[in-house]
């Protein structure tokens, strides 16, 4: 396989198993910690569905910014404590915008009483791009080596 091949093989893991991932995290957090009266299944569920691919695409930029700034697009393969503050931080930096933009400015959402916050934003909602994004970043770099026989 060559090295272009490679880097889309990591490209579609890190899409496809954040996507999952984040699909879980969405409908356990959204189910008991958003205000959703006005959604019907079929509705939430096409809701978790968008949010899910949306946060898919962004663990996949965290992982093209990360192959820029670390100038190795293999590096999810052997995470350093430096990469996973790196994803961390901009797992972070995302939700606060994403949270803040559909809470404030969009209104498309608010939280229930059971969401503890920290600054009006939820943390549930802010600690998802960094834990799924460290899962998904450990979980594709793991399945990576292994199928390179390392």
Known sequence: M???????????????????LNFFWEVLHGAYLYERQWLDERDYIRLMLRASAGDALYLFAIYILG???????????ALSFRMCAFTISLGVLFAIGIEYK?????LKWSYAKAMPTVFGLGISPLA??????????????????LSDGE
């Open 2 to 20: 060559s090295k272009a091949q490679k880097i889309m093989a990591l490209s579609a893991g890190v899409v496809v198993v954040s996507f999952f």
């Open 67 to 77: 192959g820029f700034f670390f100038k190795d697009f293999f590096w999810i393969r």
């Open 102 to 106: 559909g809470l404030y400015l969009l």
């Open 128 to 145: 998802e791009l960094a834990v799924t994004g460290l899962a998904t970043f450990f979980i594709v770099g793991f399945l990576a080596r």
